[in-house]
């Protein structure tokens, strides 16, 4: 079982910044791979960016070059970094973590972030 806690949601204004965390506790496989998604409402969970164990990222376009996600695999922790927010990010994001190795797949509880123009 592993847990995902969240942090660093909030409101902001287009153009600001805010930096989300994720810190997994209980029994983490080493290897894995951590992700954030988002939900806006009436729209389907997009994957936002992803980040291996050995720190091989992915970024949706939409994203790509605003974002960047990071991990401390000592603090089992990993982060997004957002930039240039702009009010289309607005969303509820989850952090999640799949362990291929395992056949495990958890998500964290999402945490609300809301650009205002």
């Known amino acids: 079982q592993v847990q995902l806690v969240e942090s660093g949601g909030g409101l902001v204004q287009a153009g600001g910044s805010l930096r989300l965390s994720c810190a997994a506790s209980?029994?983490?496989?080493?290897?894995?791979?951590m992700g954030w998604y988002r939900q806006a409402p009436g729209k389907q969970r997009e994957l936002v960016a992803s980040?291996?164990?050995?720190?091989?990222?992915y970024y949706a376009n939409s994203v790509k070059g605003r974002f960047t996600i990071s991990r401390d695999n000592a603090k089992n922790t990993v982060y997004l970094q957002m930039n240039s927010l702009k009010p289309e990010d607005t969303a509820v994001y989850y952090c999640?973590?799949?362990?291929?190795?395992?056949?495990?797949?958890?998500w964290g509880q999402g945490t609300q972030i809301t650009i205002t123009s």
């Open positions: 980040i291996t164990s050995a720190s091989s990222t």
């Open positions: 209980g029994n983490i496989n080493r290897l894995n791979i």
């Open positions: 999640n973590q799949k362990s291929p190795l395992t056949d495990s797949n958890y």
